[in-house]
């Protein structure tokens, strides 16, 4: 689960890790009260679109405002309008709020993160002196440029493993104290919100000597939201695909992708398997949906509605393999479904396992338009000739 950049600051600020003084607004009214507040001490505000996507500065989501009423004509320009980035794709995303946040005169700008390697089984901390620029574009082409330190996960990011990395960037000594409290501090965040990635991009040191994180992007592993209340509260269902969405109230496991055959697979990795086949047939998948291997009928009813509720799907393969999952119970569920939505492209069917003869029999008998398929390579190339038309 992601959050937006002003909850992320909330969050680190009780950690103390610093950051710019700020508030969220709504409307333009909001907007202007915020910025009126922040110019009693400043001489300059930001105007930040809040949305799930970086690269918001390059698209016009980033503003310097001089005044409470240039900032509220920022806020007016942005809010209700679609902001397209590099991350958004062609479609962008509404900015239905903005971050109001003080200016700082900047001396230098630098990247901190941290994300869980599963080769190693910790958490590792990469930081760069190339901040303000996207961390993969500086991995492909200056690799070595990356700085990271593993943290032991009994003793937690140490004080010399932090200062390690603040003398590695050329932060001036007379600051590395500040940046040791501000990295260990967001590793105490990571580690306590059961984070899956945290990003300061940039870090910035200021003319004034303060080190503060002028943008922050945090994602949360799912599996941990059951401790986390609040941080689920925090969760904004207008940022997410409504098929992402609705998949998560059945407990399906769905990824929205860009092409056109849908699939309906349980386990995740028969799910890649099948991904990768379509693909090597020539075809594009247009999601991942795992259904899981104790699905019911209500369930595969519902990922088969989502399916088919995607206008760019041109065809859907369903591909089981029953254990748990029983072949009849996906056979049941995908005729329920396909009386109340229909069928309105080619559905090609492999199922194999358990029960795997009662629900093809299931199937057969129903009346509906299903092209069958025993094997993996058959049902992928049969789908992928479908979707063609």
């Known amino acids: 689960m992601n959050i937006h950049e002003y909850q992320s600051k909330e969050i680190l600020a009780r950690y103390g890790v610093a950051v710019p003084k700020g508030r969220v607004a709504f409307i333009p009214d909001e907007a202007e009260d915020a910025a009126k507040d922040i110019f009693k001490s400043n001489s300059i505000c930001v105007v930040k679109a809040q949305i799930h996507a970086g690269g918001r500065g390059k698209a016009g989501g980033v503003k310097l405002a001089k005044s409470h009423e240039e900032a509220r004509q920022y806020a007016e320009a942005m809010l209700g309008k679609k902001l397209v980035t590099h991350q958004t794709g062609p ?167 860009d092409g056109n055959i849908g699939c309906m697979v349980n386990g995740a990795g028969l799910a890649m398997s099948t991904m990768d086949i379509i693909k090597l047939y020539g075809g594009m998948p247009a999601n991942f949906l795992d259904v899981g291997g104790g699905a019911n009928k209500e369930q595969v009813t519902a990922a088969f509605k989502i399916l088919m509720s995607d206008p760019n799907v041109k065809a859907v393969l369903i591909n089981i393999f029953g254990g748990i999952m029983r072949c009849d119970i996906i056979a049941e569920g995908v005729i329920a479904a396909a009386k109340e939505v229909g069928i309105k492209v080619p559905l090609v069917v492999r199922l194999q396992g358990t029960n795997v003869d009662l629900g093809r029999k299931i199937l057969s008998e129903s009346g509906l338009n299903i092209i069958a398929a025993e094997k993996m390579s058959d049902a992928a190339e049969k789908v992928v000739k479908a979707a063609k038309g």
């Open 91 to 257: 479609a962008g995303k509404e900015v239905k709020k903005v971050l109001i946040e003080e200016g700082c005169q900047i001396a230098r700008e630098l990247y901190l993160g941290m994300v869980v390697d599963r080769a190693k089984q910790r958490v590792v901390v990469m930081a760069s002196q190339e901040g303000g620029v996207e961390i993969e574009e500086v991995a492909a082409k200056s690799p070595e440029k990356i700085l990271k330190e593993y943290v032991d996960p009994v003793v937690g990011l140490v004080p010399f493993q932090a200062r390690k990395l603040a003398f590695a960037l050329g932060i001036d000594k007379a600051l590395v104290n500040k940046a040791v409290k501000f990295m260990t501090g967001l590793y105490q965040a990571f580690v306590d919100t059961d984070a899956a990635m945290a990003e300061i991009n940039p870090l910035v040191i200021t003319k004034d000597g303060n080190i503060i994180a002028l943008d922050a992007k945090i994602g949360f592993d799912d599996n941990g939201l059951f401790r986390h209340k609040d941080i689920h509260e925090m969760r904004d269902l207008d940022e997410e695909d409504p098929k992402e969405v609705e998949a998560s109230r059945y407990s399906l496991n769905y990824v929205a992708l």
